[in-house]
């Protein structure tokens, strides 16, 4: 369960974003909360301006985000293309969301 109230959790965004940006989603809680790494990837989303996109960068222990985050990203937002990047060195993996008109 995810526990984004927790004062120690920062939020993954602060702002919207109106060029392409990256989203960090590797912290040791989104490691132990993948209902963390779904909320927060959703908040980046929202926070990410029409005709650009986010790199959401998620904990290698989740493994591929198609199996868990793509359906989450896709059920609310009727607007956005998903792609898969790239495994990083640190293990964790790269999903690039754009949204509208990218």
């Given amino acids: 369960?995810?526990?984004?109230?927790d004062p120690t959790i920062e939020p993954v965004t602060r702002r919207d974003h109106d060029v392409s940006w990256s989203a960090n989603l590797e912290?040791?809680?989104h490691a132990a909360d993948r209902d963390l790494v779904v909320e927060q990837a959703v908040d980046a989303v929202e926070a990410t301006a029409?005709?650009?996109h986010v790199n959401l960068?998620?904990?290698?222990?989740?493994?591929r985000p198609e199996q868990y985050?793509?359906?989450?990203?896709?059920?609310?937002?009727?607007?956005?293309?998903l792609e898969y990047v790239d495994?990083?060195?640190?293990?964790?993996?790269?999903?690039?969301?754009?949204v509208g008109g990218e």
Avoid: K
């Fill in 1 to 5: 369960m995810s526990n984004s109230t």
């Fill in 27 to 29: 912290q040791p809680y």
């Fill in 50 to 52: 029409s005709g650009t």
């Fill in 57 to 63: 960068v998620t904990h290698r222990d989740h493994g």
């Fill in 69 to 81: 985050l793509w359906d989450a990203l896709e059920e609310p937002f009727d607007d956005i293309g």
């Fill in 87 to 98: 495994q990083c060195g640190c293990g964790g993996h790269v999903t690039r969301v754009h």
